[in-house]
């Protein structure tokens, strides 16, 4: 219960406001009347709170009802009344608004929706037809309708509708004035009425004032009339129009319902009317299960207990137990009395028999029975699988900082590898000398420090080492065999072959000598390279066809041709049947004929001159003649001008008087340039006949 602030309280009531001034009671909570609460449970199902006297908002009604689902099809269960309407699930198939489709969706609460079918559908004029949904079958299009009223003056001025919609002319019957007071008998193809000219006296919407204006057609509009008028809240007054409303900005500080929240509305009337507004606010205070969050309205007083629950069951999940949300930490899980079902995390098909219980299941204490895969026999201890092992946290090789810090370890499942198997087998030596039992994981073959004895790979002689490793033991490495003989090959070489064998001490016989020699063919021109088994090896006549070189016989028969053959032994054959053809000419070389070489061989080939060559000789020699008559001519001329060239300089240097040279020695200097011009005329006279004569022996 609230007072105003000026109000003193004499007295409380208790919190279902039955008792006043309740009395204290040690078994019942503070402020209780220890009496059933009583009061009607929200939302209103018409039940009351059956619980003592208590704070805070009635819980959820308990009580049990029994209700249908919400299409009905379902017979009605028993349910709580707060629960009370459920869904079954099934499609609804109630009849829809439209009557000619049913309800497809799940069984739901509320109306159901409008029905989205489509259909053709025309409107209301019949002028359009569209797809429209089912509950959109009445729609209008944008025709106007134009039809005559009943008057036959006016026509409907309406949008598309049925034809008998149109209804009467407004204008037909007995019209008043816009003001009511006068009456007149007008035809309706007058339009507007005229007015009365009398005050219009009409009550304006304040419902206090009446409109002073003359009879007019229009609003009479808002009350203009100034009065005082007080705000919502009381605080302010203020003269203003009739028809506005004075609001102050004052904001209410009175707390609402909740107790938690100021009401912060401008100019409220909350405390006048003594009628505090509802808080509009989720209370969202956290419940006491500290998961969840109230989602009631912000109200006073604790909160309800968490509606939800929690289901705990064992490992299983046979047995279950329901508890309210949030103590599911503190309960312990229900005892299981059906057998663990859990599947092994070891290699075994099944676990040993125990109940089911909670947390990891008991280790594995079967035989390991796996099979080891090198020797094949199968594990005798304990199953190894899945071992929790103890492990440090901050690593193997990490040290502590001090005497103070304690390792920290913690637990880890890990896959532990078989132990070495211990079952009993017998080993031979490496040498097959000895053979002795040893445990299956050291089971193997070792060395009985004997000699060897093996014959080595060359089968001339014997291993002296110790015992070692065989091939026939089934180790192919490097070590796997005895070592090879190092003495050097004793066998004799083949006839001819001077070579010593490369090879270490080995099985007869000796390979074949490849070691190239060097050889000169039958011609003597080229070097072979054979390799010397071919050689030594090889008959006569072999022999004589592995040094051809394939190559054109180089010698010269007797005729001087080139022997025919390719590269042979012995003498050349063919000297006598040389038919290569001949050249041969005549003593001026004009003619040429080509004769075989075996009528020159016997002097029976002959080119004798003929008279056209007698006329060229004839006209070479006379050429030549006239060409050194010529040059002589030429020859006599310069000479001459030298002369007078040299006259000619000698008298005008006299006449300069430089150089005063006698006579006697200008002629003897001119007889001597002269002797010297005749000498190489008759050298160049010589050269040219010398190279005609060349010429003509050539041809």
């Avoid at 009511?180 to 193809?189: A, D, E, L, Q, V």
């Avoid at 009628?275 to 109230?294: G, P, Q, V």
């Avoid at 010698?555 to 025919?564: A, K």
């Avoid at 001119?670 to 003509?696: C, D, E, H, K």
């Amino acid at each position: 219960m609230e007072y105003p602030e000026d109000e003193v309280p004499t007295h409380y009531e208790c919190f279902c406001r039955k008792t006043r001034d309740p009395s204290y009671l040690p078994w019942s909570i503070p402020h209780s009347c220890g009496e059933t609460c009583s009061k009607l449970l929200q939302p209103k199902c018409g039940h009351r709170c059956v619980l003592l006297c208590h704070p805070g908002p009635c819980p959820p009604c308990p009580k049990m009802v029994s209700s249908k689902c919400y299409c009905g099809k379902q017979p009605a269960r028993p349910r709580r009344c707060n629960v009370k309407e459920w869904s079954c699930g099934s499609i609804c198939g109630k009849k829809l608004k439209c009557t000619q489709h049913n309800c497809r969706i799940e069984c739901h609460a509320n109306e159901c929706p409008p029905c989205s079918e489509t259909i053709l559908v025309a409107c209301h004029c019949g002028n359009k037809t569209e797809a429209r949904k089912c509950n959109e079958a009445c729609w209008t299009c944008d025709k106007p309708c134009g039809n005559r009223l009943s008057c036959n003056v006016h026509v409907c001025q309406g949008v598309c509708h049925r034809p008998d919609d149109c209804g009467e002319c407004p204008t037909e019957r007995n019209r008043s004035c816009p003001c009511g007071k006068t009456r007149y008998m007008i035809s309706c193809k007058q339009e507007q009425v005229p007015t009365c000219g009398d005050t219009c006296g009409k009550l304006l919407d304040c419902g206090s004032h009446y409109c002073n204006m003359r009879c007019h057609t229009e609003h009479c509009g808002q009350c203009l009339e100034v009065v005082m008028k007080t705000c919502r809240c009381g605080a302010y007054k203020k003269e203003l129009a009739c028809a506005k409303t004075f609001h102050c900005d004052t904001k209410c500080k009175q707390m609402r319902l909740c107790g938690r929240h100021p009401c912060n509305k401008k100019c409220c009337d909350c405390l006048i009317k003594n009628n505090f507004n509802a808080c509009e606010k989720i209370c969202d205070r956290t419940l006491n299960c500290r998961k969840h969050k109230c989602a009631a309205p912000c109200h006073s007083g604790p909160c309800y207990p968490c509606p939800r629950t929690d289901v705990i069951q064992c490992r299983c999940g046979k047995s279950k137990i329901t508890v309210p949300c949030g103590t599911a930490k503190k309960i312990k899980p229900p005892n299981c009395n059906k057998l663990c079902k859990i599947p092994p995390i070891c290699h075994h098909p099944k676990r040993e028999s125990h109940k089911c219980h909670q947390g990891a299941c008991p280790p594995c204490r079967k035989v390991c029975g796996l099979t080891h895969k090198k020797c094949g026999h199968t594990c005798p201890a304990i199953c190894h699988a899945k071992v929790w092992v103890k492990i440090k946290v901050n690593g193997v090789n990490s040290q502590p900082a001090g005497p103070w810090e304690r390792p920290q370890e913690k637990m880890q499942l890990k896959t532990l590898l078989c132990p070495p198997c211990e079952v009993s087998v017998m080993v031979t030596c490496l040498g097959g000398h000895e053979t002795k039992p040893w445990p299956c994981h050291m089971a193997g073959p070792t060395s009985c420090l004997r000699p060897c004895g093996q014959l080595l790979t060359c089968t001339n002689h014997h291993c002296e080492q110790l015992c070692h490793k065989l091939r026939s033991s089934g180790d192919s490495g490097e070590d796997a065999d005895c070592e090879d003989c190092e003495r050097e090959c004793a066998f004799p070489r083949p006839k001819g072959c001077n070579h010593p064998c490369k090879k270490r001490c080995h099985p007869a016989p000796c390979d074949d000598c490849k070691q190239l020699v060097k050889v000169s063919c039958h011609c003597g021109i080229n070097s072979l390279y054979k390799r010397c088994f071919e050689l030594t090896s090889a008959t006569p006549e072999q022999k004589n066809e592995m040094l051809k070189c394939g190559n054109q016989c180089p010698r010269i028969y007797p005729c001087g041709h080139r022997c025919i053959d390719n590269c042979h032994p012995g003498e050349c054959q063919g000297a006598s049947g040389c038919n290569k053809k001949v050249k041969l000419h005549c003593k001026c070389k004009r003619i040429k004929k080509d004769f075989s070489c075996a009528l020159v061989r016997i002097n029976k080939a002959f080119v004798d001159c003929d008279n056209v060559c007698q006329e060229k000789k004839e006209e070479r020699r006379r050429a030549h003649e006239l060409e050194m008559e010529k040059k002589r001519k030429e020859d006599e001329i310069k000479n001459q001008k030298e002369i007078e060239q040299f006259e000619r300089k000698f008298i005008k240097s006299k006449r300069k008087g430089k150089d005063k040279v006698p006579m006697e020695v200008l002629k003897k200097n001119a007889s001597g340039r002269m002797w010297t011009n005749i000498f190489q005329i008759v050298t160049v006279i010589i050269l040219v006949a010398g190279l005609t004569i060349y010429a003509t022996i050539t041809d």
